[in-house]
């Protein structure tokens, strides 16, 4: 027992320190990932012969469940201070450059064992595509966030989400949306220099009427 759980540990400190911060791992992530998205949504219109256009309507609305799942498992997963998860963010957040990611087939053999159960033994339809958009929506997610530590892109819309991650690494208890800025706005965890005014669901029309919320964010920099 005590053998079985010293190899396991020995396994998992190996996968931590060693495996998940190898560049090939981070790189093959990408490649896996994008290529079981691709397969799960050919699948269902291939061998399930769902209609292309409802494929799509299901693929697009997997994008937008990302979008949650990436609040949620940043704030609440990756912020853990113990766990596998929160060990590897807490290790980004302090080397921020290093190419670090859960070990690749990790992602892979739960994606494929989800798509086993629910699309082939359930046969729960559309499931294949939505579960592809969210997968693909992780994806950008990795690709967005990469970008963010490691690209100089002169698109506004990404400039803004950067300068707006920059943030979280220095506050980490705020700006958890790395693709999207909705749901801390929802929860109410959207940085404000202190004094601002706290804004709660309301505040997604009047973030829209602030011309610059990117001199925002830079001024929130400069200041600290
Ligand atoms: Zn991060
Ligand atoms: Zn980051
Ligand atoms: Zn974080």
Known sequence: MGQRFAIASDTREWLLTKFARGKANYWFTFVADFSAAMFFLVWEIVSRGIRPAWAGVAFFAGIMAWGLTEYIFHRWVYHQPDGIFGE?????????????????????????????????????????????????????YSIVHHSHHHWILRNGWIRRLKAYHRVHHQFPGYNFGVTIRYWDVVFGTVYRKPGQAVQGLSGIRQTAKVAHPETAQEAVLADA
């Open 88 to 140: 590897g963010h807490n290790i980004h957040h302090t080397e921020a450059q290093e190419l670090i990611a859960m070990p690749w087939f990790m992602t892979t053999l739960t994606m494929f064992a989800l798509w086993a159960f629910c699309a082939r033994i359930l046969n729960i339809p559309y499931f294949s595509s939505i579960l592809s958009g969210w997968l693909a929506g992780f994806v950008w």
